[in-house]
């Protein structure tokens, strides 16, 4: 997992700036330097110097003796329990202000190009949309904002650039590092306040669950109307059945009392049809009440 990095710029940032520095006893460290790269440290940033030096193409100094200033510049944190994690350069300059040959050229190192910051990135494994370019100019800034870094510029806006924040000083900087420490990486801001995007997993099982709630009401309803159906028809039964049993004996009585009157013939048929006819309606209403369960 990449880490999380401050690239520094170094003059003016760390150390005060004389001019093209070419004698390590020149190097003072600006008040707060060292207690600011050490709380980054502490706060798990890697902290690393990002420079540009076209002191060493316009000949005011050689490579190795700006190796001895950065050497003196370390000793310097290290008297106060600091260290860097990496001290980067630019030697380059384009143009005919560039006197020594070897170092005339227009090169990606050299800020406002970003080049510097992303070979600091692939050494140091730093994730740069999490990590913060912090210095006194405009190039350091636009360096920053090419390298896809949040940026810090020191001092008042200028308009020629477009810091994330300024700060006054390098410990007001890192307070806005240590505060912004958990936002969403650089590019990613919009994230925090747009919707999620949409589960469709997520969504279709809550839409089973709906739908399955639907079909457990909808057989509960039909479980009822049956039991109500089954219960209404048992009720039908007991009626047809119990009419049927009184029409049938009412049909008995009529029949025996036809029989009485066997002497007087029109009489007793008449009793006898009527029987046949409640015997009839009776047998109709066990057929129903038989038809019906
Ligand atoms: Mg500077």
């Known amino acids: 997992m990449a880490l999380r990095g401050v690239l520094l710029d170094r003059d003016n940032t760390i150390i005060a700036d004389p001019g093209y520095i070419d004698d390590p006893d020149l190097v003072t460290l600006l008040p707060g330097a060292a207690d600011s790269i050490r709380r980054l440290r502490e706060e798990g940033f890697t902290v690393a110097v990002v ?22 510049m370390e000793e310097l944190l290290h008297e106060q329990g600091v260290q860097l994690d990496g001290i980067y350069y630019c030697p ?18 050299r800020k406002p190009e970003p080049g510097m910051l992303l070979v600091a990135a692939e050494e140091l494994d730093l994730s740069l949309s999490e990590s ?17 870094c949040r940026t810090i510029l020191l001092g008042d806006r200028n308009g020629e650039c477009d810091p994330d924040y300024v700060a006054d000083s390098l410990e007001k900087a890192v307070d806005l590092v240590v505060a912004h420490k958990d936002d969403p990486p650089k590019g990613h801001e919009e994230d925090a306040d747009q919707p999620k995007p949409v589960d469709m997993g997520k969504m279709m099982a809550e839409q089973a669950v709906r739908e399955q709630d639907v079909v457990d009401l909808l057989t509960d309803i039909r479980d009822s109307l049956r039991r109500h159906e089954r219960k209404q028809r048992h009720e039908d039964f007991s009626v047809l059945r119990l009419a ?33 006819f409640l015997q009839l309606v009776a047998l109709t209403a066990f057929v129903c009440s038989e038809k019906r369960t």
């Open 92 to 109: 380059y300059l384009d143009g005919s202000e560039a006197k020594v040959k070897k170092y005339r050229k227009a090169s990606n190192l």
């Open 244 to 276: 049927g049993t009184l029409t049938q004996m009412l049909a008995l009585i009529v029949g025996g009392w036809g029989m009485m009157a066997f002497s007087d013939t029109a009489t007793a048929l008449t009793r006898f049809v009527l029987a046949g």
């Open 51 to 72: 420079t540009n030096q076209s002191g060493v193409a316009r000949g005011k100094f050689t490579e190795e003796q700006l190796a001895d200033v950065h050497e003196r």
């Open 132 to 148: 913060w370019m912090v210095g006194d100019s405009s190039r350091d800034v636009i360096a920053g904002e090419r390298a896809g």
